[in-house]
């Protein structure tokens, strides 16, 4: 089982921030969370992955709490091209294998 | 730059038919990973490889399915005597292999219809 609890959709506006929240409660002091995205009928593309620190990249901004049970992915200016179906993955440690949960579907509107 | 590439992009056959994909992983990259995906969930792990070796395999990878990574590049997936349920997306990715955090990269799927 996924160890990534994720809303199952969500709406922005074009050009505002969009908030996607990933609840990993179980997450261990050694364990990366990753976030990935897929578009429809493409393969998941990479956006960012962290540990404990905030991280921020050309795509997106990644926000971990300080209990490390939660995170957030920001997309800054969301455009309509960032509809996609959103993973938060945890990968268990001792493992390489991505366990993905069924995701959140960000749709921009115009 | 070269991501991983995957082929055919899609593939319809007939149940009982054999089929093959490849996947061609990023130069370099020493871990390759296949997993499946059928429509309105997350791509599930098949299995994947440390260079030429396979290291972890699902229980979704039945007596029908196999995989090989035979020379640590290229990898092929087989699935015999296909079924109806076998219709998917299937996805490849590969990693570098080394370091904690070991980030995957995936292809663009190979999409099957078993009629």
């Known amino acids: 089982d996924a160890k990534t609890t994720q809303p199952t959709s969500m709406d922005c506006a074009e050009g505002r921030a969009a908030n996607l929240p990933c609840n990993h409660s179980t997450i261990s002091g050694n364990e990366y969370v990753y976030w990935y995205r897929q578009i429809h009928s493409q393969g998941p593309q990479y956006i960012i992955h962290g540990l404990k620190n905030n991280e921020t990249n050309e795509m997106a901004s990644l926000i971990i709490t300080e209990d490390r049970k939660s995170s957030t992915l920001i997309l800054p200016h969301a455009t309509l091209r960032d509809t996609a179906v959103y993973y938060c993955?945890?990968?268990?440690?001792?493992?390489?294998?991505?366990?993905f949960g069924t995701g959140t579907r960000l749709k921009v509107l115009a | 730059d070269t991501g991983v590439s995957q082929n055919p992009r899609h593939k319809i056959t007939k149940r009982g038919q054999n089929v093959t994909f490849r996947c061609d992983p990023i130069?370099?990259?020493?871990?390759l990973y296949w997993y499946r995906q059928t429509l309105g969930q997350g791509p599930e792990f098949l299995t994947y490889f440390q260079n030429e070796a396979q290291l972890e395999k699902s229980r979704l990878l039945s007596d029908r399915f196999s995989a090989e990574r035979p020379k640590g590049s290229f990898s092929t997936l087989e699935i015999q005597r296909t079924e109806q349920g076998d219709s998917a997306m299937y996805l490849c990715a590969s990693s570098v292999g080394a370091g904690v955090t070991d980030t995957q990269y995936f292809g663009p799927g190979t999409r099957l219809t078993v009629l």
């Open positions: 993955i945890v990968r268990t440690s001792g493992t390489y294998k991505y366990i």
């Open positions: 130069s370099e990259h020493n871990r």
